[in-house]
């Protein structure tokens, strides 16, 4: 039997092939496992597995060409430690199935190839046995693949994890709030057709069996102005086009809304209402089936759907101007529909979009707006609603996500781990106040992700007792500060240039901060830049110098998103709508409230602290997410795109942090395990410590000290040469080893496979002996008893049939039969015949009778009609002629022939006298006259009445057969016959001495013709015939030597023939 390997095209694991089995993935015992640094033999062609095993890991186009090779090898996760970088591929690679989930399962982080999966179970295995907080952090930029990544690992452990004791709901809901959230929170984007639009941090909770139990979502700045205005090319939120496309006809009748996208204003500014690659009606019944799941009523998913409806009435209501350049409504039957769906009054709402209520010295105000303030309300309206319904829709999730049971002993023993899917840096052609939020947020987790680095390096090498040596890096805290210092930072100045008396703009907010940070040196504005860095900067923009490049915002609309204002009259008209949703989302203390709320920016920085704090009381996990092209197309590898996305992710930074100490470590155990082949004396196995054996085999690999550290539990290598040297000698080690391996399995198979031979055919042999042995048992019995029965029956042979001698009898008569059946007469001529035992005499005559007769009934049915008459006449002629006449014997042999004369030897005056009658035989004859005796030649003629006796061509005589009274013929062998006809014939001159040389066959045909077969008189000594009318003629027969006819002196006619045969 051959082993043999093959590679899976993502090349990630190897199959055992059996050539009687099908193919088995390469599971613990059952085949061999494709670890980490299997791969480096092949890292010429498809990279190295981890970064830190660069070897010039400062250069950022080796890092590219790393990445570039493993993508062409549909090979998307790589490691930077125990950071995991993904590729988006664009297609589906068929590697998230339960067997790949199976093969990461329960296995050391860098046992197998970089996956998701492995990142998933380490997480989770230490979640178990340290009992300690953890969390997966998931970043990159729109399209890069976050949330198939987040999707993904809630897959995972919905799908590993043991089942909570109460059934599976938890783990449904967790899954299910995926689409109900990017329902209502993605939408189409420029670069991605499901982009995230907000960030997401979930906590998943587990008990001490590490079943899932609960779960909790905080959701960050949902992008609430997509509501109002798309760019050309993206969409607004899924949920509105899901609702339009799959809702059902009631559903929409009662709703107020229309099936096309284009009637409504707010979904059709980006001009890209149908997209191919989303189905909005499948996705309509996954939303609405999961809204079921995670405890939705229907009820509230009417309640939910009527606000969904309201927002896009909300954009088709229009404005005009009266007299006084105010605004008025002048759709109404918007205004009926916004009323019915939100429970608000008409009148109270058209007022609340018309005018702005204002306080002014405890008094109230209406001040009517303009057109373009008029649109602000409705839009800010609009925002407000939609936000403030996904907050109430996240906090719905969590409530129905909740353990129910949080006083049994083990909601206190559960753990918790967290999965963080955040928007990632974003450097767009225009940046304005979102992008500034979302890369400050950038900055504050690449700031922890630093330090929790650097944490993370320095307690492993103090736990395995090596000296810690300082790392040089970029710290980004310069920029934080920039952007969160109290009263000096980016933010606290927006925030005051939004409270502050006075008319505020963005330009007076831009000129602030050139007062306040101007001395920054990662802050610039035109007015600061020198002469050539101002070509690139407008008067209204500024720029940061942030750690992924610099970014330049504009600051137009930085007040009003900051403000995020919603006039107080449409505040109120919210808070009395009867919707349950509504009335819940639009508290009525806000109106009493008198503190001014906090701004979008701090709201923002605050959570975003919590953030972090709850980030750094868990143990994190990285997966840097990265958007090969903008295009969505599978194989195609951006370099440019790439390399802005690696340098924004701070992928380099963390290479280096990681690289400035070891490249490489492993534990003891692990690294003696792989590398023992390789000296002697650990070979093949090693006794000791295996600390000490690692001291051995270093040695013997001659390792100089500088290129390694021995810590407590750990083997650290300080460059990738090393490493990439001892994977080598392994290489061709292995081959070696192989070939050993190879001899001693094929020696241990074939003897195994001949001892299983060995024992089948003994046991085969025994057992054929032992039939052998019974079957000749069998036969001697079975024959000792046939002889004894025989002899018994033998003995009483001759006396009347009994039990005693039937065997013997019956065996006699079988045996008879058998016999006779081998011995039976060949031909009717064969009269042989077995001699029966005496009780089969009268049968055996029987059967004699039988064969005969069948014997005769197969010949008669054999011969020919021609054959038959053959026979016939020579049936006759022995009847007449057998032991009569000497000549006889010789004509047995010759056959009989149907005439003697041709047509043409007859004389046609004779045919014509002969009329019609047919001449059945001709033969010729010799005549001897009636006086003297004198032979003259004639012809025989045999017609069916007659016998002709012809001269030449002139009948002489002719004999009716009727007037035929006999044939005399001697029992010598002459040849003579006489012919008697009637004396009383007057026509007829007397009887015809005749002489034929056949003459037995010519008698019988005239005998037959003539019907005249008793009649034929076979004489001995003489005939006597009528020579004439009152005369006989006596013919004279004696034995003579030799034929002699010649006539007598007494007158008579004498014929001397030789004896033939005595009788």
């Given at each position: ?712 539990t750990k083997i650290f290598i300080r460059f990738p040469k090393t490493l990439f040297a001892t994977e080598d000698a392994l290489e061709v080690r292995r081959q070696s080893l192989a070939t050993k391996i190879q001899a001693a399995w094929r020696g241990f198979h074939w003897r195994q496979k001949f001892l299983r031979v060995k024992r089948s055919a003994i046991c085969i042999q025994s057992w054929w002996r032992g039939t052998l042995g019974r079957r000749k048992a069998a036969k001697r019995k079975w024959a000792a008893q046939t002889i004894r029965r025989l002899i018994r029956g033998f003995i009483l042979r001759h006396a009347p049939r009994c039990p005693e001698n039937a065997f013997f009898l019956d065996h006699v008569r079988t045996s008879f039969l058998l016999n006779l059946r081998r011995q039976l007469p060949r031909n009717v001529l064969d009269t042989s015949w077995p ?229």
């Amino acid at each position: 039997m051959a082993l043999q390997v093959e590679l899976i095209p993502t090349g990630e694991i190897i199959r055992v092939v059996h050539p009687h089995r099908p193919c088995k993935l390469a599971l613990g015992s059952d085949g061999v496992r494709v670890t980490m640094e299997s791969a480096l033999t092949a890292r010429d062609r498809v990279g190295v597995q981890d970064f830190v095993l660069l070897e010039n890991f400062t250069s950022e186009a080796a890092f590219m060409e790393n990445l570039r090779r493993r993508f062409r090898e549909n090979l998307i996760y790589t490691y930077i430690g125990p950071v995991l970088v993904s590729v988006n591929p664009y297609r589906d690679l068929q590697i998230y199935s339960r067997q790949h989930m199976e093969r990461y399962r329960g296995v050391s982080f860098y046992e197998v190839p970089p996956h998701l999966f492995a990142v998933a179970d380490t997480v989770y295995r230490a979640l178990r046995t340290e009992r300690r907080d953890q969390a997966v952090m998931i970043s990159g930029e729109s399209g890069a693949g976050k949330t198939e990544a987040t999707k993904r690992l809630l897959q995972f452990y919905a799908e590993t994890c043991p089942a909570p004791e109460r059934g599976g709901a938890v783990r449904d809901r967790l899954l299910q709030s995926n689409p109900v959230l990017e329902a209502f929170g993605n939408a189409k984007t420029l670069r991605n057709d499901n982009s995230s639009r907000f960030g997401k941090y979930m906590d998943v909770q587990f008990d001490f069996k590490g079943a899932p139990v609960g779960g909790h979502i905080l959701s960050y700045l949902l992008e609430k102005s997509r509501v109002v205005h798309q760019n050309h090319g993206e969409r607004n939120f899924h949920i509105f086009y899901q609702l339009l496309e799959g809702g059902e006809e009631e559903t929409l009748r009662r709703l107020g809304l229309e099936r096309n996208p284009q009637s409504y204003l707010y979904l059709v500014k980006g001009q890209c209402a149908k997209v191919s690659s989303i189905n909005d009606k499948s996705d309509w019944k996954v939303v609405r089936k999961a809204l079921t799941v995670i405890d939705f009523t229907e009820e509230e998913v009417e309640e939910l759907l009527s606000i969904v409806a309201s927002v896009l009435h909300l954009g088709n209501i229009h404005f005009a101007a009266d007299e006084e350049s105010n605004a008025q409504v002048t759709t109404e039957n918007q205004i009926k529909y916004l009323s019915r769906l939100l429970g608000v009054e008409g009148a109270t709402l058209r007022e609340a979009l018309t005018h702005r209520k204002i306080i002014a010295k405890g008094e109230e105000l209406l001040s009517p707006l303009n057109l373009e303030q008029a649109a602000y309300a409705r839009d800010a309206l609009a925002k407000a609603v939609y936000s403030r319904t996904f907050t109430w829709l996240v906090g719905k999730i969590n409530r129905s996500l909740a353990s129910k049971d949080a006083e049994s002993p083990s909601w206190r023993s559960t753990t918790v781990l967290g999965l963080l899917d955040i928007y990632g840096f974003e450097v767009f052609q225009h940046n304005s106040f979102e992008q500034f939020c979302i890369n400050y947020c950038n900055e504050k987790l690449q700031q922890l992700f630093i330090e929790l680095t650097l944490k993370s390096e320095q307690e492993e090498y103090e736990a395995e007792g090596i000296a810690w040596e300082p790392v040089q890096y970029f710290n980004n805290k310069i920029i934080c500060d920039l952007v969160e210092e109290k009263f000096k930072g980016i933010i606290s100045i927006l925030d005051e240039e939004c409270l502050r008396p006075g008319e505020a703009t963005d330009l007076t907010f831009l000129e602030k901060l050139e007062d306040t940070v101007k001395q920054h040196p990662h802050f610039l504005t035109h007015k600061l830049a020198d002469q050539r860095t101002r070509k690139s900067l407008g008067r209204g923009e500024f720029r940061l110098l942030h750690y992924a490049g610099e970014v330049t915002y504009s600051v137009t609309g930085f007040l009003d998103k900051n403000n995020d204002l919603l006039f107080r009259n449409l505040k109120e008209t919210m808070c009395s709508s009867k919707n349950p949703i509504m009335s819940q989302c639009f508290d009525r203390n806000e109106l009493s409230d008198k503190k001014r709320p906090e701004t979008v920016a701090t709201q923002f920085k605050l959570s975003l602290l919590q953030l972090v704090e709850i980030l750094k009381s868990k143990e994190p996990a990285y997966v840097r997410c990265i958007k090969p092209n903008d295009a969505k197309q599978p194989g195609r590898f951006d370099e440019v795109l790439i390399r802005h996305q690696v340098k924004y992710l701070g992928l380099m930074e963390n290479l280096r942090v990681r690289r400035a100490g070891f490249a490489y470590r492993r534990k003891y155990e692990v690294f003696l395990q792989r590398y023992k082949s390789l000296c002697p004396e650990t070979w093949p196995t090693w006794a000791g410590r295996p600390q000490d054996g690692v001291a051995v085999l270093v040695r013997h690999l001659g390792y100089k000290p500088e290129e390694y550290k021995m810590g407590r539990t750990k083997i650290f290598i300080r460059f990738p040469k090393t490493l990439f040297a001892t994977e080598d000698a392994l290489e061709v080690r292995r081959q070696s080893l192989a070939t050993k391996i190879q001899a001693a399995w094929r020696g241990f198979h074939w003897r195994q496979k001949f001892l299983r031979v060995k024992r089948s055919a003994i046991c085969i042999q025994s057992w054929w002996r032992g039939t052998l042995g019974r079957r000749k048992a069998a036969k001697r019995k079975w024959a000792a008893q046939t002889i004894r029965r025989l002899i018994r029956g033998f003995i009483l042979r001759h006396a009347p049939r009994c039990p005693e001698n039937a065997f013997f009898l019956d065996h006699v008569r079988t045996s008879f039969l058998l016999n006779l059946r081998r011995q039976l007469p060949r031909n009717v001529l064969d009269t042989s015949w077995p001699t029966p035992p005496p009780a089969l005499r009268e049968a055996s005559e029987l059967l004699r009778e039988l064969c005969m007769k069948n014997m005769v009934w197969k010949y008669c049915r054999s011969i020919s009609p021609e054959w038959k008459q053959q026979l016939q006449q020579k049936a006759v002629a022995s009847e007449i002629f057998k032991g009569k006449k000497d000549n006889y014997p010789q004509s047995v042999p010759r056959l009989f022939i149907s005439t003697r004369l041709g047509a043409d030897e007859i004389s046609p005056k004779v045919l014509q006298a002969l009329g019609s009658e047919p001449i059945q035989y001709a033969v010729p004859v010799v005549k001897y006259d009636r006086k003297g005796y004198k032979p003259r030649s004639r012809q025989l003629l045999l017609t069916p009445s007659a016998v002709v006796i012809v001269e030449d061509a002139k009948v002489k005589q002719r004999i009716d057969y009727a007037n035929l009274t006999g044939i005399s013929v001697s029992s010598l062998s002459d040849s003579l016959f006489v012919l008697h006809v009637q004396r009383e014939d007057n026509k007829q001159k007397g009887d015809v001495v005749l002489q034929s040389d056949h003459v037995i066959e010519t008698l019988t045909k005239t005998a037959l013709s003539a019907d005249r077969v008793n009649h034929v008189n076979i004489n001995q000594g003489s005939i006597t015939f009528a020579g004439g009318p009152g005369r006989d003629g006596i013919i004279d027969f004696t034995p003579g030597s030799e034929l002699l006819i010649t006539k007598a002196k007494n007158g008579h006619l004498a014929v001397v023939a030789p004896r033939l045969n005595s009788r």
